[in-house]
């Protein structure tokens, strides 16, 4: 019998596109996905890290994530039809 391992070479894969997508980003956009997504700040820490409002950090983000989404070759239908749902349950696990 034979066991059989995955190759770890897609998540690499993976990665090195997120990366290279990242890149592409105005830079306000990439800071504040990565303060949010990668460092784990909420909103407000955010907010307050960059000295800008809320809403400001809200609206970044949502660039941010929908032209990496588009970068990354993702078609509305791997999100799904509701988006802004989406979005708030993937914000409520973190809270």
């Not at 996905?33 to 407000?44: D, F, P, R």
Request: contains cysteine; hydrophobic residues 50%.
């Amino acid at each position: 019998m034979w066991l059989a391992i995955s190759p770890e070479q897609q998540g690499a894969i993976d990665l090195q596109d997120v990366q290279i997508a990242l890149t592409k980003l105005p830079p306000v956009l990439s800071e504040t996905l990565i303060l949010v997504a990668v460092q784990g700040l909420s909103y407000e820490e955010a907010a307050a890290a960059l000295s800008c409002q809320l809403g400001t950090i809200k609206s970044r983000l949502w660039r941010a994530s929908e032209q990496l989404f588009w970068q990354l070759g993702y078609t509305a239908a791997h999100l799904g039809s509701d988006r802004l749902m989406l979005s708030a349950l993937r914000h409520a696990e973190r809270a």
